[in-house]
């Protein structure tokens, strides 16, 4: 089975720190991904990996940064964590299968809360 | 700019009832994929929809796609209490590696 792992489930942070969020996947995929996901707004995304040290922004990329240094391993970098990036955030890896079908594979989140 | 719709929002419905959620989306793409989200979990995909007139099925639920119309159904037959959780379409924007979700239905099924 794959295994999509996230550092932390919760996690509660300051206005102005410097927020690390890490992501483990244990397949060998290329693809790797960073939601924000909020209530009606379903998921949106921030920055995705496409292969080590390659990187391309998603749709919401501001007050983000990413770190792809090992194929297993992405880092989303909240550079100065502020109020309005109170969310869930959510990793997934990719697999491409047979035929062209590709599936993504979630973690199970990690709840920030900025005060 | 792409963009994926679903309806309803919110679903709550009797159990052995059948419903269908709706997804729609604005432009041309690949292929549509089916979460499901239970509360406090993360996704599960459900399905992976790849051509027009795709259908798949699995236990009482059924996802099709009209790539004509720009429209993903899932049909829910019989449901039960454990169909509860919030489901999500997603659509691939064609030539990336960009997912846009649509904003989720949540589904209550009561007893």
């Known amino acids: 089975d794959v295994k999509v792992t996230q550092s932390s489930r919760y996690l509660v942070k300051r206005t102005g720190e410097k927020v690390f969020l890490e992501c483990v996947q244990d397949?060998?995929?290329?693809?790797m991904f960073w939601y924000r996901q909020d209530p009606g707004l379903g998921l949106r995304l921030i920055y995705f990996?496409?292969?080590?040290?390659?990187?391309e922004k998603g749709d919401i990329p501001e007050g983000y940064s990413v770190s792809r240094e090992k194929k297993e391993r992405f880092s989303l970098i909240l550079e100065s964590a502020s109020t309005n990036q109170t969310s869930m955030y959510l990793c997934?890896?990719?697999?491409?299968?047979?035929?062209?079908?590709?599936?993504?594979?979630f973690g199970p989140g990690t709840r920030l809360t900025v005060l | 700019e792409l963009k994926v719709e679903q309806n309803p929002l919110f679903l709550s419905m009797q159990e052995g009832k059948n419903y269908t959620i709706y997804c729609n989306y604005s432009?041309?793409?690949?292929?549509l994929y089916w979460y499901r989200q239970d509360p406090g979990k993360s996704l599960e995909s459900l399905f992976v929809l790849l051509s027009n007139g795709a259908v798949k099925q699995e236990g009482r639920l059924m996802a099709s796609l009209d790539t004509k119309a720009r429209l993903s159904t899932l049909h829910i037959t019989a449901a039960v209490h454990d169909l509860s959780a919030t489901y999500f379409c997603?659509?691939?924007?064609?030539?990336?590696?960009?997912?846009?979700f649509g904003t989720g239905t949540r589904l209550k099924v009561l007893a």
């Open positions: 397949m060998d995929h290329e693809n």
């Open positions: 997603a659509v691939l924007y064609s030539g990336t590696y960009k997912y846009i």
């Open positions: 432009t041309t793409s690949d292929r």
């Open positions: 997934a890896s990719r697999l491409v299968g047979l035929a062209g079908t590709d599936t993504q594979y």
């Open positions: 990996s496409y292969d080590v040290k390659m990187k």
